[in-house]
């Protein structure tokens, strides 16, 4: 069965770089785009970019452009996120999304990692 | 960027009510429109994608409708599990965006 598996909470200092991980599986993780959406305590869904794990090409929302790297490793079918420069706005929780191919659609989702950014 | 804007923003419904949320896009979208459905502490569970078509294991009680800019998600009789977020989705363009959310609650 379909499963994607992230990395646990974090607890990060302003300023700082957090990497989270997604990984992937019971599908070929090569034939679908993984998506990172956050979501802060209380509020929607925002979506923070993708990545194509075949081709490692990358689309990130405008928000999020020049502070976030989106990669995968193949090998270990896992993809990542890395948010740079983290503010306390930050602390919210992060969700990767296995995106199905025709229509675009989101069908599976990790489980969610908090991040917590605190001095 | 496509724009989404969902209402209400939240509602008070009973067990059997019939429940109806709506989504409209800043442009069309043609079909390209995805229902989830978010439970307190938990990863967001697609229900309806492509506008109207239901996800494997979700319960016939929910459908959608619509295409181009206006659609419809449809509770057909509350139940008290579905008491939960309820967001929109465009998967037309990137970036994907989503609707602000409806917050279903108990009356």
């Known amino acids: 069965q379909v499963q994607l598996v992230q990395s646990g909470a974090e607890v990060m200092k302003p300023g700082a770089s957090v990497k989270v991980s997604c990984k992937a599986s019971?599908?070929?993780?090569?034939?679908?785009?993984i998506h990172w959406v956050r979501q802060a305590p209380g509020q929607g869904l925002e979506w923070m970019g993708r990545?194509?794990?075949?081709?490692?090409?990358?689309n990130y929302a405008q928000k999020f452009q020049g502070r976030v790297t989106m990669t995968r490793d193949t090998s270990i079918n896992t993809a990542y996120m890395e948010l740079s420069r983290l503010r306390s706005d930050d602390t919210v929780v992060y969700y990767c999304?296995?995106?199905?191919?025709?229509?675009?659609?989101?069908?599976?989702w990790g489980q969610g990692t908090l991040v917590t950014v605190s001095s | 960027d496509i724009q989404m804007t969902q209402s209400p923003s939240s509602l008070s419904a009973s067990v059997g009510d019939r429940v109806t949320i709506t989504c409209r896009a800043s442009q069309s979208i043609s079909i390209y429109l995805n229902w989830y459905q978010q439970k307190p502490g938990k990863a967001p569970n697609l229900l309806i994608y492509?506008?109207?078509s239901l996800q494997s294991g979700v319960p016939s009680r929910f459908s959608g409708s619509g295409s181009g800019t206006d659609f419809t998600l449809t509770i057909s009789s509350l139940q008290p599990e579905d008491f939960a977020a309820y967001y929109c989705q465009q998967s037309y363009s990137t970036p994907r965006t989503f609707g602000q959310g409806t917050k279903v609650e108990i009356k």
């Open positions: 019971g599908y070929t993780f090569t034939d679908c785009y």
């Open positions: 999304a296995r995106e199905e191919g025709s229509s675009g659609y989101f069908d599976f």
């Open positions: 492509a506008a109207s």
């Open positions: 990545i194509n794990p075949n081709s490692g090409g990358t």
